[in-house]
Nanobody, 125 residues
């Protein structure tokens, strides 16, 4: 019911910057936590950053001081500003959004936990 659309990935030289965006659409009632994760082949998905409804943030140690997560509640969107990219940041990045959507007047508000399709970020010379 709730779909996520990611954008902003690509190829950048080490030391460069990228800004990822993720917009949620559908019959959304409200959104709680939003976050970004990344995953390499044959490895578990790794938490990069999360942001709560009250804008409390949490970062992986590997990206602290370089990445910044933010959100725009009016646009149901979450962003990840990535500065000082390193080759080891190369991965597929996924956004995650948790909240409630309105199903119908019988069921009311239903919780959702949605993932984006993933977007490639490559830091290489």
């Amino acid at each position: 019911q709730v779909q996520l659309e990611e954008s902003g990935g690509g190829l950048v030289q080490p030391g460069g910057s990228l800004r990822l965006s993720c917009a949620a659409s559908g019959p959304i009632s409200w959104i709680n936590d939003m976050g970004w994760y990344r995953q390499d082949p044959w490895k578990p998905r790794e938490l990069i950053a999360t942001i709560t409804k009250s804008n409390s943030t949490n970062y992986a140690d590997s990206v602290k001081g370089r990445f910044t997560i933010s959100r725009d509640n009016a646009k149901n969107s979450v962003y990840l500003q990535m500065n000082g990219l390193k080759p080891e940041d190369t991965s597929v990045y996924y956004c995650n959004v948790q909240g409630y959507y309105f199903r119908d007047y019988l069921s009311g508000h239903i919780p959702f936990d949605s993932w984006g399709r993933g977007i490639q970020v490559t830091a290489s010379s």
